[in-house]
């Protein structure tokens, strides 16, 4: 059982976003989290690093496996979470409050294509 | 793969009520990990691990030219092996690629082998052997089905095994590589992980009481997970990553198993002239100066964007904290200290050549 945090949006591909003032900060779910069992590496972009929506930005490694991270929206990486680099096991501990990437949005609009809590636990089954 | 049956051991519903996460392999379906792979890595290499390796295969071969036959299919040479002794080598084609890798058992009655070979490979070497067996008065009986195997791997392994199986001295007297039978088990002083330890054959059932017996007595509950990476980390081959029809034992370093000296055996002149004449690829060990890890598949260049190889497994070593990896690559860059570069992902990251032991093993003496 993985919680899912309301008020946050969320993508099919298990990130979820945070929006502040024009900004989309961005993490992985709890269930990503689960999934991926203890990780040991998060592959981070650099700031002013630009991605459309949906294009891979980084990537979580867990012992055996590594799983490609989405950019939920298009826009511009204006700041990388150095803590959940240099201690990736963050990201087991509390998926919500460690967040990966904050993106400066290029079309608010994408949002509308995100999911909310209750459709993501649907999604999950949960 | 989904519809294809999975088989699963004897002790399939011993992992379930573990919670273990199952996950298909070699056609069966086998416990990956019960608590964690890092926990089970670190508890096998200090204290003491079983795993459910009954899906491995177990041949016997006998009659009156069992030794000339297995001579002939198998690399390493096994006259002059004396009863109680294991041998590890490969099957060859005649091409020099590999048909598997396994470990043969003299057994004390005179031509009687036992192989112990791939799960994944079970069908088709005892085709192979039926095949080449022709001309040979042998019998080739697969029993696979009928054994259970659990490897109890750890400093701690010898400990546990006397304290249950008993037979103090015969255990503690056993030295790497070799084996005796006792009250219907074949306990064997080998392993998959670079630690000392054993592997116990038995019937399906003593097998299943053998579980909850170690279970009882502490031994943590490992999966396929940590074994590969222990074994990784070891320098030991796994078939289809490091060795197959296309990597020979040459290629792959292994030639030290291979008696070239020997009077035959199949595949033994395409050997002799990779050999002589090298080979275009080796496999390597490499290390990554960083936390990214190189993942079977990903591409080895050179420092102008060359490609030169392949990773064939790698991890986040969780012994010595380093990202590691075994790749094939060109011949011509395959020296010691030579600087690879490994591309993962989006970027590229700096390493180097090193030996593929990557972790000091400790084997009983």
């Not at chain 2, 793969?1 to 919670?19: F, I, P, S």
């Not at chain 2, 041998?87 to 590999?98: E, F, K, N, T």
């Not at chain 2, 054959?201 to 943590?220: E, M, N, P």
């Not at chain 2, 074994?231 to 292994?254: H, K, N, Q």
């Amino acid at each position: 059982m993985s919680t899912v945090a309301e008020g946050l949006l969320y993508s099919k591909s298990h990130e979820w976003v945070k929006v502040e003032d024009g900004i989309a900060i961005i993490g992985v779910s709890d269930f990503a989290q689960k999934e991926m069992g203890d990780i040991t590496y998060v592959d981070v972009p650099d700031v002013d690093d630009e991605f459309e929506k949906e294009e891979e930005f980084g990537a979580l490694e867990s012992v055996k496996a590594s799983s490609d991270l989405y950019c939920p929206v298009s826009g511009v990486v204006v700041e990388v979470n150095e803590e959940v680099v240099d201690q990736p096991e963050l990201v087991n501990a509390d998926a919500y409050a460690n967040w990966i990437i904050k993106v400066k949005m290029a079309d608010e609009s994408e949002l509308d294509d995100l999911l909310d809590a209750a459709a993501y636990k649907e999604l999950i089954g949960e | 793969m989904e519809n294809e049956v999975m088989k699963q051991t004897c002790l399939y519903d011993n992992h379930v009520a573990l919670g273990a996460k199952m996950s298909p392999f070699a056609g069966f379906i086998m416990p990956i990990q019960y608590s964690g792979i890092t926990e089970e890595h670190l508890a096998v290499r200090q204290h003491v691990g079983m795993f459910d390796v009954s899906h491995m295969g177990e041949v016997f071969i006998s009659g009156p030219d069992a030794e000339r036959f297995v001579n002939h299919i198998f690399t390493n040479e096994i006259r002059g092996y004396e009863a109680g002794k294991i041998l590890y080598g490969m099957m060859l084609y005649a091409d020099g690629g590999v048909v598997d890798d396994l470990l043969v058992y003299r057994e004390a009655e005179p031509n009687h082998f036992l192989l112990v070979v791939n799960a994944s490979n079970i069908d088709k070497d005892y085709a192979w052997m039926k095949e080449q067996s022709e001309g040979f008065d042998v019998e080739i009986d697969n029993q696979s089905d009928q054994w259970g195997q659990i490897a109890v791997q750890g400093p701690k392994a010898e400990d546990v095994v006397v304290e249950l199986l008993h037979h103090d001295d015969e255990i503690r007297n056993l030295g790497f590589y070799e084996y005796f039978r006792a009250d219907g088990l074949i306990i064997s002083r080998t392993g998959y992980t670079g630690e000392d330890g054993f592997e116990i054959y038995a019937s399906v059932d003593v097998t299943k009481r053998l579980w909850d017996a170690f279970l009882t007595a502490g031994v943590t509950p490992c999966g396929l997970g940590c074994r590969d990476t222990l074994r990784f980390e070891a320098g030991l081959p796994l078939y289809g990553d490091e060795l197959s029809a296309d990597i020979s034992p040459i290629m792959a370093g292994l030639g030290m198993f291979c008696k070239l000296d020997k009077e035959e055996f199949i595949g033994k002149d395409a050997l002799v002239s990779q050999k002589n004449h090298g080979t275009p690829k080796k496999l390597v060990g490499i290390e990554v100066f960083d936390r990214a890890i190189p993942r079977a598949g990903y591409p080895v260049e050179l420092e102008d964007g060359t490609e030169v190889g392949v990773v064939t497994t790698g991890y986040h070593s969780i012994s010595l904290d380093k990202s590691i990896c075994f790749a094939l690559v060109d011949t011509s860059c395959s020296s010691l200290d030579t600087p690879l570069y490994v591309r993962i992902r989006r970027k590229v990251f700096p390493g180097k050549v090193v030996k593929k032991r990557f972790y000091q093993t400790n084997y009983k003496k």
